[in-house]
């Protein structure tokens, strides 16, 4: 079945220690999204790309980077973690970029920096 | 600007109630409607859509109706059961006029079925 993939499925991590959450996708859809979710709220857009195309949120921090090397996969760093930034995060992918495009998600890599 | 607006949760329900989540939005031109379905520990599932005006999304034997005169998209099911309890998240992506193509979440709606 095409899908969404997320690993790991659980990260812990140190505040302050680098991390990286990887995200694949086998829909061969052009725009790979990322989302911060913190508990009992809404997922957030943190960035998305359209094709090699990187597009960040204005309000996302510099300590959040992102890398796709190609279709397939999409990259989250976390740089430097703060206790803030314990979350679930999730990526998503769209066949493209407009109206009707449909979201499909993965699910999620719960994130905890101690 | 765009945002959606949702009932205040938690609700709490019993087996085979009805259910009705009230979701309202605000959004240039005709946006298209989503509501997602998020099970515990899991990533986002999307549930049903509706892409223009009068347009009724359905899925599991949940429906919601778009209705542009009160630019309401509230979700309902006959008959609830366990399985049903989640967070439900109301969800816009605006027009092209209207400069994004993101989408736009609620605050998300818990749910609790009990037998």
């Known amino acids: 079945d095409a899908m969404v993939i997320q690993n790991p499925r659980y990260q812990v991590t140190q505040f302050g220690k680098p991390v990286t959450l990887s995200c694949s996708q086998t829909?061969?859809?052009?725009?790979m999204y990322w989302y911060q979710q913190k508990s009992s709220q809404a997922p957030k857009l943190l960035f998305h790309y359209y094709d090699k195309d990187f597009n960040n949120e204005a309000d996302t921090p510099d300590n959040f980077q992102s890398r796709r090397p190609n279709t397939s996969f999409c990259f989250l760093d976390i740089r430097s973690p703060g206790l803030g930034d314990t979350a679930m995060y999730l990526c998503a992918t769209s066949r493209d970029w407009g109206l009707y495009n449909e979201q499909f998600f993965g699910p999620g890599t719960r994130l905890t920096v101690l | 600007g765009n945002s959606v607006t949702q009932m205040e949760g938690p609700v709490t329900l019993s087996e085979e109630a009805f259910l009705t989540i009230n979701c309202t939005y605000t959004?240039?031109?005709?946006?298209?409607l989503f509501w997602y379905v998020q099970y515990p520990g899991e990533g986002l599932q999307l549930l049903l859509k509706?892409?223009?005006?009068?347009d009724k999304g359905s899925n599991k034997g949940f429906e919601a109706t778009y209705r542009k005169e009160t630019t309401s998209f509230h979700l309902e099911k006959g008959s609830v059961q366990v399985s049903d309890s989640a967070v439900y998240f109301c969800a816009l992506t605006p027009t092209p006029q209207g400069g994004s193509e993101k989408l736009v979440f609620g605050k998300g709606t818990k749910l609790t079925v009990n037998p």
């Open positions: 829909l061969n859809h052009n725009v």
């Open positions: 509706a892409t223009k005006a009068d």
């Open positions: 959004a240039t031109g005709y946006p298209s």
